[in-house]
């Protein structure tokens, strides 16, 4: 098995990108069983994961269609599902939440995953297209991460002690996920 073949599925690039989805599925994981910090170092490693599989791609000339497509996956899971899961059941260990609040809550994350989706497919659209500029039209799905864990930490260190906050500024990423806003390709 050549880990420098392009036309391997197994290629060192996309170990990389299996690796970030080992450590989304594995952050839901923890996540669930209330090990807030372990799935946070687990969403760090995958984001690392992240950053090197495109490098790897770039300067071993492995980027390819599968590539992009899988990438886009992990991602989904990444950087959208597993940091909204942190997010829902960090607000219901840290806070007292009706049943009401509990459902605005799950539709604002529902919401959220189907923007971050959206905003992947409409990305690999662009990039099909060779339309992808020098910036990013909307906020990239792990900049929207890095929103959610930072209102993570806010209502970690109880700075937001009310789900309604939460479901409005997660509504405004989940927006910003889509919006024209610019930013800058790094």
């Known amino acids: 098995?050549?880990?420098?073949?392009?036309?391997?599925?197994?290629?060192?690039?996309?170990?990389?990108?299996?690796?970030?989805?080992?450590?989304g599925v594995m952050a839901i994981y923890f996540i669930v069983k209330g090990d807030f910090f372990t799935a946070i170092i687990m969403a760090w490693i995958g984001g690392?994961?992240?950053?090197?599989?495109?490098?790897?791609?770039?300067?071993?000339?492995?980027?390819?269609?599968?590539?992009?497509?899988?990438?886009?996956?992990?991602?989904?899971?990444?950087?959208v599902v597993m940091p909204a899961f942190l997010l829902f059941y960090a607000v219901k260990v840290n806070m007292t939440v009706t049943t009401f609040q509990e459902v605005?809550?799950?539709l604002v994350f529902i919401w959220y995953i189907i923007n971050g989706l959206r905003r992947l497919v409409e990305f690999n659209?662009?990039?099909?297209?060779?339309?992808?500029?020098?910036?990013?039209?909307g906020v990239p799905t792990p900049l929207g991460?890095?929103?959610?864990?930072?209102?993570?930490?806010?209502?970690?260190?109880?700075?937001?002690?009310?789900?309604?906050?939460?479901?409005?500024?997660?509504?405004?990423?989940?927006?910003?996920l889509n919006s024209k806003l610019k930013i800058p390709h790094p």
């Open 48 to 79: 690392a994961c992240d950053i090197a599989d495109g490098k790897l791609a770039r300067k071993y000339n492995l980027s390819t269609e599968f590539g992009i497509q899988l990438d886009s996956f992990a991602d989904f899971l990444s950087f």
């Open 145 to 176: 991460a890095i929103l959610l864990w930072v209102i993570y930490l806010f209502v970690a260190y109880g700075l937001i002690t009310s789900g309604y906050v939460v479901a409005v500024l997660v509504t405004a990423i989940a927006w910003s």
């Open 1 to 23: 098995m050549n880990l420098f073949d392009k036309d391997n599925r197994f290629n060192i690039a996309n170990l990389v990108t299996y690796l970030n989805i080992t450590m």
């Open 104 to 106: 605005l809550l799950g």
């Open 125 to 137: 659209l662009k990039v099909d297209a060779g339309e992808v500029a020098k910036f990013f039209e």
